[in-house]
């Protein structure tokens, strides 16, 4: 049989500021219709965070993902996995609502306190579009990016009684170390969905070598334990993604990770994305995989699929 690519893709994020890109969907009609977009062009899981429509900002409020999740549901059949992460700016509290609330098939779930640096661009932005958006960026040059043991524990008991599976968002080896811990408490349980991230300043490079480092590490301590996933940031995204393609695993993209789609030519869509990491997956020999295959792969509960009643009675 020909092997199936789970194709993940983050629309939005909480990082990347509206003064970065003109293509950086902000509303929830935009981050909605960008979902579709990337689901109808063969992602099978997105990614979700939501924004304030009118200044762009993080925004984890349940309120503002209730239209954005309805509007995918009506639309698609895609797996939606709402983050945990939020921006490294909130509390847990505020982070951990949406997944509580609508007790998603998948939510994120980051497996480390980390320095999370992307203050790098700060000055390359002449004009800002908005006050908060030099502050958010330079505020992650003292911040810490918090998921303490308790947090994460906290986080694998109230939602995963829930039904919730995790994506295991691992930015360095002794994140994977942390995951192996909690496998072996039970608290968190097989088939693992972990995505390892590359090229965020305060995490593992992108290098080749950093790949197979992560991969060795994960076969070593999981075996068939796991659906490995990648994720390489900025210029990265494409070539790491493919890397994993061809050793066995799956990939994430869009444009929360990376604003752009070839070296000097901006993504106008995560779609694009999502299009041209489809591409390399068929020369390759492959196939991408449908929701109803990366929800086979995954182990998901149907009973937590995300649907417009599901999200109206949440609220109610």
Same mark, same amino acid.
């Given at each position: 049989?020909?092997?199936?690519?789970?194709?993940?893709?983050?629309?939005?994020?909480?990082?990347?500021?509206?003064?970065?890109?003109?293509?950086?969907?902000?509303?929830?009609? @935009?981050?909605?219709?960008?979902?579709?977009?990337?689901?109808?062009?063969?992602?099978?899981?997105?990614?979700?965070?939501?924004?304030?429509?009118?200044?762009?900002?993080?925004?984890?409020?349940?309120?503002?993902?209730?239209?954005?999740?309805?509007?995918?549901?009506?639309?698609?059949?895609?797996?939606?996995?709402?983050?945990?992460?939020?921006?490294?700016?909130?509390?847990?509290?505020?982070?951990?609502?949406?997944?509580?609330?609508?007790?998603? @098939?998948?939510?994120?779930?980051?497996m480390g306190s980390m320095n999370f640096g992307a203050f790098q661009g700060v000055e390359r932005i002449q004009n800002y579009k908005h006050d908060w958006e030099r502050a958010h960026l330079e505020g992650t040059?003292?911040?810490?990016?918090?998921?303490?043991?308790?947090?994460?524990?906290?986080?694998?008991?109230?939602?995963?009684?829930?039904?919730?599976?995790?994506?295991?968002?691992?930015?360095?080896?002794?994140?994977?170390?942390?995951?192996?811990?909690?496998?072996?408490?039970?608290?968190?349980?097989?088939?693992?969905?972990?995505?390892?991230?590359?090229?965020?300043?305060?995490?593992?490079?992108?290098?080749?070598?950093?790949?197979?480092?992560?991969?060795?590490?994960?076969?070593?301590?999981?075996?068939?334990?796991?659906?490995?996933?990648?994720?390489?940031?900025?210029?990265?995204?494409?070539?790491?993604?493919?890397?994993?393609?061809?050793?066995?695993?799956?990939?994430?993209?869009?444009?929360?990770?990376?604003?752009?789609?070839?070296?000097?030519?901006?993504?106008?869509?995560?779609?694009?994305?999502?299009?041209?990491?489809?591409?390399?997956?068929?020369?390759?020999?492959? @196939?991408?995989?449908?929701?109803?295959?990366?929800?086979?792969?995954?182990?998901?509960?149907?009973?937590?699929?995300?649907?417009?009643?599901?999200?109206?009675?949440?609220?109610?």
């Open positions: 049989m020909v092997r199936k690519v789970i194709v993940t893709c983050a629309v939005t994020g909480a990082i990347h500021t509206p003064s970065m890109s003109p293509y950086l969907p902000i509303t929830e009609k @935009e981050i909605a219709d960008a979902a579709v977009e990337a689901a109808q062009a063969g992602a099978s899981i997105i990614h979700l965070h939501a924004r304030d429509p009118k200044t762009g900002r993080p925004d984890q409020s349940p309120e503002r993902f209730a239209p954005i999740l309805s509007s995918i549901s009506e639309r698609s059949d895609a797996v939606l996995n709402i983050t945990t992460g939020g921006s490294p700016s909130m509390t847990l509290d505020e982070r951990l609502q949406p997944a509580l609330i609508y007790a998603p @098939e998948v939510a994120s779930l980051n040059r003292s911040g810490v990016f918090r998921n303490t043991f308790s947090d994460i524990e906290g986080i694998l008991r109230r939602c995963g009684d829930q039904g919730t599976r995790f994506e295991y968002e691992c930015y360095d080896v002794g994140h994977l170390y942390t995951l192996a811990h909690f496998l072996d408490r039970q608290l968190a349980k097989p088939p693992l969905f972990i995505q390892t991230i590359f090229g965020v300043l305060g995490g593992i490079g992108n290098h080749p070598e950093d790949v197979i480092n992560m991969r060795r590490t994960a076969d070593r301590l999981f075996g068939n334990d796991y659906v490995w996933s990648v994720l390489g940031v900025g210029r990265a995204q494409l070539p790491i993604a493919s890397m994993a393609i061809a050793a066995g695993g799956n990939l994430r993209v869009g444009l929360e990770d990376s604003l752009w789609l070839r070296p000097g030519q901006m993504a106008k869509s995560s779609a694009e994305q999502v299009i041209a990491a489809c591409t390399v997956i068929g020369a390759l020999g492959l @196939e991408v995989a449908s929701p109803t295959q990366a929800r086979e792969m995954l182990g998901l509960n149907s009973q937590n699929r995300i649907t417009p009643s599901r999200v109206a009675q949440a609220l109610s």
